[in-house]
């Protein structure tokens, strides 16, 4: 079992930053995959990015690329997501969610576990 609990979302003008803390126990860490997602209200939960284990290769969702940055630190079995330059439209709930098989992966239904989620709220 894979407990994950997020952390550092909140209220931010547009333009600013803000970085989201995934906090794994539970397991060996740095044998899965860690990916983020986001829902906004009333849409799908759509992809950020993914991470593999040794944090060598990185999947980034096309539209986000250059704001976003994905990092992990296996010994605090911690994962981030730097986000810089928000928009309004970056309103979501930020979701953490691991992956038993260590391959990175934009794929919703491939993650075993998920966190309970992060606001993030930008204004204009």
């Known amino acids: 079992q894979v407990q994950l609990v997020e952390s550092g979302g909140g209220l931010v003008q547009a333009g600013g930053s803000l970085r989201l803390s995934c906090a794994a126990s539970g397991r060996t860490f740095s044998s899965y995959a860690m990916a983020w997602f986001r829902q906004a209200p009333g849409k799908e939960r759509e992809f950020v990015v993914a991470?593999?284990?040794?944090?060598?290769?990185?999947y980034y969702a096309d539209s986000l690329k250059g704001r976003f940055t994905i990092s992990r630190d296996n010994p605090k079995n911690t994962v981030y997501l730097q986000m810089n330059s928000l928009k309004p439209e970056d309103t979501a709930v930020y979701y953490c969610?691991?992956?038993?098989?260590?391959?990175?992966?934009?794929?919703?239904?491939?993650?075993?576990?998920w966190g309970q989620g992060t606001q993030v709220t930008v204004s204009s």
């Open positions: 991470i593999n284990w040794s944090g060598s290769r990185t």
């Open positions: 969610a691991a992956r038993l098989v260590n391959i990175a992966s934009p794929i919703r239904g491939e993650y075993d576990y």
